[in-house]
T-cell receptor, first 118, second 112 residues
Framework: DTAVSQTPKYLVTQMGNDKSIKCEQNLGHDTMYWYKQDSKKFLKIMFS???????INETVPNRFSPKSPDKAHLNLHINSLELGDSAVYFC?????????????????FGEGSRLTVL | GENVEQHPSTLSVQEGDSAVIKCTYSDSASNYFPWYKQELGKRPQLIIDIRSNVGEKKDQRIAVTLNKTAKHFSLHITETQPEDSAVYFCALIKAAGNKLTFGGGTRVLVKP
């Protein structure tokens, strides 16, 4: 069974269009994330939700809007796509465990959605 | 913020040799340091992690060392094999935080 699944896997679209990527996890985790991986392989966090509540919102253009209808789903909508949005977008989930001052929790990534903006 | 620098960006080793990747960080409040491996075209996956109250951790051919004073941690792969070829990312979390910040990645190529 796929733990973190995201669709579509590939997305090719024109500049200016609006597109969405969906993500679902069946691990029962309480926290979900969107990461962007550019052509140089840098992995940069964009958003994080904990139990449907936005807890991390990095410096991302307003054209990117995440939505979490429940704790098992985190979707990403992108308006007015630009060339620089081309990247692989990874959804991930984790169950954050707090032990004393330590927050740990393995990130489980989806397979990634490769977005190409022409 | 939680900056983490990773070196080298690429590493080519002969099969059977060792590979070492080093990450340095600036925020002394960082206290959890995982390493992720990403094979070509695949998703990143956790391979080993270490907490700041531990200096070294080993799992078969991989080990991680942490120097809190110097603020750096390293991944060591011994007896490298072709299947170790991948991009490796160090990462860290600040104490009681949720944000996992990744290093820039190291592309490791193991030549047979």
């Amino acid at each position: 069974d796929t733990a973190v699944s995201q669709t579509p896997k590939y997305l090719v679209t024109q500049m200016g269009n609006d597109k969405s990527i969906k993500c679902e996890q069946n691990l029962g985790h309480d926290t979900m994330y969107w990461y962007k991986q550019d052509s140089k392989k840098f992995l940069k966090i964009m958003f994080s939700y904990n139990n449907k509540e936005l807890i991390i919102n990095e410096t991302v253009p307003n054209r990117f809007s995440p939505k979490s209808p429940d704790k098992a789903h985190l979707n990403l909508h992108i308006n007015s796509l630009e060339l620089g949005d081309s990247a692989v977008y990874f959804c991930a989930s984790s169950q954050v465990r707090q032990t004393g001052t330590y927050n740990t929790g393995e990130l489980f990534f989806g397979e990634g959605s490769r977005l190409t903006v022409l | 913020g939680e900056n983490v620098e990773q070196h080298p960006s690429t590493l080519s080793v002969q099969e059977g040799d060792s590979a070492v990747i080093k990450c340095t960080y600036s925020d002394s409040a960082s206290n959890y340091f995982p390493w992720y491996k990403q094979e070509l075209g695949k998703r990143p996956q956790l391979i080993i992690d270490i907490r700041s109250n531990v200096g070294e951790k080993k799992d078969q051919r991989i080990a991680v060392t942490l120097n809190k004073t110097a603020k750096h941690f390293s991944l060591h792969i011994t007896e490298t094999q072709p299947e170790d070829s991948a991009v490796y990312f160090c990462a860290l979390i600040k104490a009681a935080g949720n944000k996992l910040t990744f290093g820039g990645g190291t592309r490791v190529l193991v030549k047979p």
